[in-house]
């Protein structure tokens, strides 16, 4: 009996030090980091392109696949074997309502047809 009320008592003191929250105890003020003012990922280049449907030259990690799937998710068809060149670019022909063009795909995904 006597251990229950020492640990009833324990337990009131504990309740009554902790008290109730205030609006003066919560002093958290903005965010917990601070906000960055550059990019903090360098390596991602964001810069504008001059001309959308230009083809950018670097290295291109696309399968011939998935070169050829986004020739075709442009509205391509009929594409031929894709090649790779020294600048990353795939490149090879494809039909375009029934006029037949070389295309190529840079490594942004980039389609350009000639």
Avoid at 19 to 30: C, F, V, W
Avoid at 31 to 44: D, I, L, M, W, Y
Wanted: glycine content about 10%; proline content about 4%.
């Amino acid at each position: 009996m006597i251990k229950t009320m020492i640990g009833v008592a324990a337990i009131a003191t504990l309740l009554a030090a902790c008290g109730q929250k205030t609006a003066e105890a919560d002093n958290t003020n903005g965010p917990v980091v601070a906000a960055s003012e550059s990019p903090r990922n360098e390596a991602v280049d964001t810069t504008p392109t001059q001309d959308a449907a230009a083809l950018t030259p670097g290295a291109n990690s696309f399968t011939e696949a998935q070169a050829k799937g986004a020739i075709e998710a442009s509205g391509y068809t009929g594409v031929s074997a894709l090649t790779q060149d020294a600048n990353g670019v795939w490149s090879g022909t494809a039909t375009k309502d029934g006029a037949e063009a070389k295309v190529a795909v840079d490594y942004k995904g980039v389609v350009s047809a000639s």
